[in-house]
């Protein structure tokens, strides 16, 4: 039985430039293992958004990845204020991002919708004051 | 295939390091050292597809490399590897941008083009000059000197580039208003290193491509279809499609045409070859009265401009574009696209060589020279004088789909693949993670994707290697302590 691949990110908190280095890096190894296009961009859309979230408002955090036969899970964790609304978070278009972030072209309100649309399973656990967890399921089956 | 010798591009270059450019070479013999082999004629006939898609532009001179790091540093795709004390091209991941070009101290890195000597292979030959070839000359105030110097080194015919230029960015611009179906942005097909690129590294952007031929390839059809109707007695092969090129990439594209069958070019020039020859009869020509110059020119401002970077998108005439050069800042590009972050644009325009074609390896001037001088000539030309029309949607359009390359995957089957990327990943974290070079892959993660390939070893790694010798040591001190039970006393 093969072992499953896991690859570890810490996400710096404080560091808009260095936001989607993590992604990157795991487009690099999805194309290694060859997986298509499409579930390649997939990926790079719901880890991207998942990244600029815990840089803008959680301080950073990690995120964990697991490759298996049949998918890709992602884990992101953070230890940032929590979101006490997640109904109110997931609806495209509401951001609590200050004026600092949205003028920087970040904070739109669509990160957690986009989360959503490019993933095929999502689960968001928050505690305000303690952190958010996401995770994700992409599945690799056959297109 | 993985770490093969370059053969064919060493092959080509063989004798040409000294000069086998025939013909006109005299004084740039030097200079134009690695013109070998031909990039039309045989090429498209013989070899085959896999020889033919292994093609690139560069080529290694052995007796000049050292076996240095420096060109694997900066290869883009980390497409170079040091072999037996030389540098070797893993052919399937070059794009052709010809960095290692430019970074190599000792020249051994040759772009491989045609010798000028090549015109004599025609009875009738036209010269293509691209944009850039304008930029390159100082207190030059008129570009139909270049072009009629062109024709007094021996061209019956000259067609511009810019020409084709102006033909594509019009029918750029009513597909955009017109197929609200093209993906956005639509990223330009005309830089070929660009092209192959998105092909090997970013296959998701494929469909972003604007599915137009580059202005070469419309050109040369186009300059061929005049020659045949003002000469319908010459036969295909007695016609020389030449093109005066800034880019060895060009080359490469030539001779493996992705988006069309074949291309019409059967030869081209590196601008610096043929620069001094035209600097002479520009002299000459430059002392006619201007009347008395014959005009050439029919491009105008738009198709000229092309030779710069943003000289693409200003022709689109729409403020919604964003135009990027330099291989890194375009790779940038790629990845901030592929992430759905730059959904708000219209148009891409992206050039392999900073400053865009006036950058390009073949040139002889500074490029920001070069482009300052484009700007200065174009100042009082008209904007465009060359229009689409509607029987040139064939020449223009994508012969075929631009397919993806997919040289990264680890192995064809997905379960190996996530093996081997297990290994990999287990190899990385022993590695000292320096990216020193001192194993001949740029980064120890390369290293690592070469052992799990099965092109080196973990032994590779000096700092291994070093890490072994010790164990070694200490293994030979324990024995050299040891004392076998008959002499050994009570302690």
């Known amino acids: 039985m093969q072992k499953n691949l896991r690859l570890h990110y810490d996400i710096s908190g404080d560091d808009y430039t260095r936001a989607g280095e993590a992604s990157a890096q795991l487009k690099q190894v999805l194309r290694q293992l060859g997986l298509s296009s499409s579930i390649i961009r997939k990926v790079a859309i719901a880890m991207y958004e998942g990244e600029i979230n815990m840089v803008i408002h959680a301080n950073g955090g990690t995120i964990d990845v697991e490759i298996d036969s049949a998918c890709i899970s992602l884990v992101l964790r953070d230890t940032g204020p929590g979101i006490s609304e997640i109904d109110l978070a997931m609806k495209e278009g509401y951001s609590t991002a200050s004026e600092n972030v949205r003028s920087m072209g970040f904070g739109a309100g669509m990160g957690l919708p986009n989360m959503r649309k490019h993933s095929d399973y999502m689960k968001l656990e928050s505690t305000p004051g303690v952190g958010t967890t996401v995770h994700m399921k992409i599945s690799i089956g056959e297109e | ?491």
Not at chain 2, 3 to 10: I, L, P, V
Not at chain 2, 241 to 256: E, G, L, Q, Y
């Open chain 2, 1 to 491: 295939m993985w770490n093969n010798e370059n053969s064919e591009n060493s092959g080509n270059s063989g004798n040409g390091a000294n000069g086998a450019s025939t013909g006109n070479s005299g004084a740039i013999g030097a200079e134009s050292a690695a013109s070998a082999g031909s990039t039309g004629g045989g090429a498209n006939g013989a070899g085959g597809e896999k020889a033919q898609s292994l093609f690139h532009s560069v080529t290694l001179d052995s007796e000049k490399c050292k076996g240095c790091i420096n060109c694997i540093k900066r290869c883009p795709t980390q497409a170079i590897r040091v072999r037996n004390g030389k540098a070797s091209i893993i052919n399937e991941r070059c794009i052709d941008c010809g960095e290692c070009i430019r970074v190599c101290q000792n020249r051994a890195k040759l772009p491989i083009y045609d010798a000028l000597g090549a015109l004599a292979r025609y009875k009738y030959t036209v010269a293509l000059p691209a944009p850039a070839l304008y930029g390159q000359f100082s207190h030059l105030d008129n570009i139909d000197i270049v072009l009629n110097a062109l024709k007094s080194f021996g061209f019956d015919d000259v067609y511009e580039v810019a020409k084709a230029a102006e033909i594509v960015s019009d029918y750029t611009r009513s597909l955009m208003e017109e197929d609200r179906t093209l993906p956005r942005p639509l990223i330009s097909s005309a830089c070929p290193a660009v092209v192959r690129l998105i092909r090997v590294r970013f296959p998701e952007l494929l469909a972003h491509l604007l599915p137009l031929n580059a202005p070469i390839e419309v050109a040369a059809k186009l300059a061929l279809a005049g020659a045949q109707a003002a000469h319908p007695d010459l036969a295909r092969r007695d016609i020389g499609i030449v093109f005066i090129s800034p880019c060895a990439a060009k080359v490469t594209a030539i001779r493996n045409p992705v988006s069309l069958e074949k291309s019409e070019v059967d030869a081209v020039f590196a601008i610096k070859d043929i620069y001094p020859h035209l600097l002479g009869k520009m002299k000459d020509i430059a002392q006619l009265d201007e009347e008395d110059i014959p005009e050439i020119l029919s491009a105008g401002r738009m198709g000229v401009s092309w030779c710069g970077s943003g000289g693409e998108t200003a022709a689109l005439l729409s403020e919604n574009n964003l135009a990027a050069d330099g291989i890194e800042n375009v790779i940038k590009v790629l990845e901030e696209l592929e992430d759905e972050r730059l959904g708000e644009l219209d148009f891409i325009e992206l050039n392999a060589c900073t400053a865009g074609c006036v950058g390009g390896v073949l040139t002889v001037e500074n490029p920001y020279v070069a482009h300052t001088r484009i700007k200065k000539l174009r100042k009082f030309m008209p904007i465009s004088l060359n229009h689409f029309t509607a029987e040139q949607r064939e020449t223009l359009l994508w012969g075929k789909p631009v397919k993806s390359d997919s040289v990264m995957k680890l192995a064809d089957d997905y379960a190996e693949a996530l093996g081997k990327m297990q290994r990999l990943k287990e190899i990385v974290d022993s590695l000292p993670g320096l990216d020193c070079g001192s194993c001949g892959a740029p980064t120890c993660e390369a290293l690592a994707e070469d052992v799990v390939r099965g092109a080196a070893k973990e032994s590779d790694c000096i700092f291994k290697l070093r890490d072994y010798v010790q164990n070694l040591v200490s293994d030979m001190n324990k024995l050299e302590g040891y004392i076998p039970p008959p002499f050994r006393m009570p302690e």
